[in-house]
């Protein structure tokens, strides 16, 4: 019994962490697919776009649910924590993410489309925004005293590196989004996808190199942990997957293959989380 009580935090992060990744990956393209919305050309191909999540949007969700109860349940400090340090990104987040199933729901039945299309667009947006605000405060360090409890200001959480954090895991939304898409469409719908795709995978490559090398000059704590055996060699070894599978996603986009270029960004995904874990 002890044994398994000695474990217990162990699998809980496991679990934990796959929720993440599980809704990071799924609803990430979701909301790639929302932020792409915004510069649709037409009505038409904003409606086709929209179409292509019928299926999959709400049950994509539930992972963020689940991440939450989970961590309530598994670690309540850390959970009372994180809300008292992010309130602020995760409001953001919460209020895109009502704003985007609202428009969702109504934008069809509606006769005049534009503020459902900027509600669904523009929540999607909100919602990485808070994202990435979330996951730079975290990146940066969130400060607690020696009982784990929350003693830094209302807007630690704003800073460049978070503002630069946001804007990448936006790209990086605009990435799968665009692969996404890519499967989905056919045409010259499909064409302007390639380009975004191949778009948005360099400007989230430059932002996770930039991350990569400046996290361990600005943060003691991850110099400390990374420059470390045996983590000095996962250090070295993330870089060298996320640089391969960049090139191995710009081939497959160059050569119009259609299911590989999700694949590879998917398998980015999980590397990035790893590096970031």
């Known amino acids: 019994m002890e044994s398994l009580e000695y474990f217990l935090p162990q699998v809980w992060f496991v679990i934990l962490a796959l929720f993440l990744f599980l809704y990071v990956m799924l609803d990430g393209f979701d909301l790639g697919v929302g932020i792409l919305s915004i510069t649709a050309s037409s009505e038409e191909r904003r409606t086709m776009l929209m179409t292509s999540l019928n299926n999959v949007w709400d049950a994509n969700e539930t992972w963020l649910v689940l991440m939450g109860g989970a961590l309530f349940g598994a670690f309540p400090l850390a959970y009372a924590t994180i809300l008292q340090a992010l309130y602020i990104p995760i409001m953001i987040m919460i209020f895109g993410l009502i ?3 609202v428009a969702f729901e109504f934008r069809e039945q509606a006769e005049n489309k534009f503020l459902w299309n900027l509600a669904f667009g523009g929540g999607s947006f909100l919602a990485a925004l808070g994202q990435g605000f979330a996951l730079g405060a975290i990146i940066n360090g969130i400060e607690v005293d020696g009982a784990g409890n929350f003693i830094g200001g209302t807007w630690d959480w704003l800073s460049l590196r978070s503002l630069l954090v946001a804007l ?9 989004g665009s692969t996404y898409l890519v499967m989905k469409t056919e045409g ?66 160059y050569l119009k293959q259609e299911r590989s270029p999700f694949i590879w960004t998917l398998l980015l995904f999980l590397v990035s989380f790893i590096g970031l874990g």
Request: charged share 10%; aromatic share 12%; glycine share 4%.
């Open 168 to 176: 990448t895991l936006i790209q990086g939304y605009v990435l799968i």
């Open 188 to 253: 010259s719908l499909q064409e302007t996808h390639y380009l975004t795709a191949k778009i948005s995978a360099v400007t989230t490559f430059i932002g996770a190199v930039y991350l990569t090398i400046t996290t361990p000059i600005f943060s003691e704590t991850a110099r400390e942990r990374l420059f470390t055996a045996p983590l000095v060699y996962v250090f070295a070894l993330i870089p060298l997957l996320g640089t391969l599978l960049i090139f191995l996603l710009l081939r497959s986009l």
């Open 99 to 101: 704003f985007r199933a």
